[in-house]
């Protein structure tokens, strides 16, 4: 039984068949989405060893589920290969070098494949910024980011309100102190959850915005320095 999932995201069945004939045959467990979203989906519900995504997808393109991918600090582990028949369609959202994934050409033949996922596997195994990590809980004190766990924060509800209701239930009768407590904590602890990971991923948006950015001002310091070096030769 193969015990490597790849996932091929690929409007276009050809290719997804392609990949599947050129892997080793056993050793892979090959899944197909055809378009962003339902990549996407398999993404999020499967454990994969590779993640092979065409940039140009219907529905959701490759460009917004790679951002997707890069905002979760769990996802962004998988190895990548990102595909594409125009190298300058990808270069226009992410600057090179490549640093943590790896980019195949279309055409290619089985040699150019393989090797792709031999150096996409490497690349994923190079540290990276950290990203907050989603259930985190965020706050700033002395312009420091600091986090702690969504779960912490909620695990003192239950005391507070366990020292609260006894003077409330000398009053009331214990049936009302017993259905009333549930029902307050339900609805408050998921909203708070929900409000801290909504703020989280925007964070992690921002910080994978913040390194495209970063990558893009190394290549343009990169082409000043070669251009002077020409000049003063």
Request: net charge negative; aromatic share 4%.
């Given at each position: 039984m193969a015990s490597n999932k790849i996932?091929?995201?690929?409007?276009?069945?050809?290719?997804r068949v392609k990949v599947r004939e050129m892997l080793p045959p056993g050793n892979f467990e090959?899944?197909?989405?055809?378009?962003?979203?339902?990549?996407?989906?398999?993404?999020?519900?499967?454990?994969?060893?590779?993640?092979?995504?065409?940039?140009?997808?219907?529905?959701?393109?490759?460009?917004?589920?790679?951002?997707?991918?890069?905002?979760?600090?769990e996802l962004r582990k998988i190895p990548l290969v990102i595909m594409s028949g125009r190298k300058e369609e990808v270069t226009e959202k992410i600057t090179e070098p490549f640093e943590y994934f790896e980019f195949l050409g279309?055409?290619?033949?089985?040699?150019?494949?393989?090797?792709?996922?031999?150096?996409?596997?490497?690349?994923?195994?190079?540290?990276r910024p950290e990203l907050v990590p989603v259930g985190a809980a965020v706050s700033v004190k002395n312009g420091t980011l600091s986090t702690s766990s969504v779960a912490t924060a909620t695990v003192a509800t239950p005391s507070a309100a366990s020292t609260v209701?006894?003077?409330?239930?000398?009053?009331?009768?214990?049936?009302?102190?017993?259905?009333?407590?549930?029902?307050?904590?339900?609805?408050?602890?998921?909203?708070?959850?929900?409000?801290?990971?909504?703020?989280i991923n925007a964070l992690n948006?921002?910080?994978?915005?913040?390194?495209?950015?970063?990558d893009g001002l190394k290549k343009q310091?990169?082409?000043?320095?070669?251009f002077i070096k020409q000049k003063i030769k």
């Open positions: 996932l091929v995201i690929d409007d276009t069945t050809v290719v090959v899944l197909e989405a055809k378009d962003g979203l339902e990549g996407l989906n398999f993404i999020l519900q499967e454990k994969l060893s590779l993640i092979m995504l065409d940039f140009l997808l219907p529905k959701m393109s490759g460009w917004e589920v790679f951002q997707k991918v890069q905002a979760d600090p279309k055409p290619f033949d089985q040699k150019q494949l393989i090797n792709a996922i031999k150096l996409a596997m490497t690349k994923a195994k190079q540290p209701m006894p003077t409330a239930a000398s009053n009331a009768t214990p049936s009302a102190a017993n259905t009333a407590m549930p029902t307050a904590a339900s609805n408050a602890t998921p909203s708070a959850e929900e409000a801290s990971n909504a703020e948006e921002k910080i994978v915005k913040m390194q495209a950015e970063i310091l990169t082409q000043v320095v070669t």
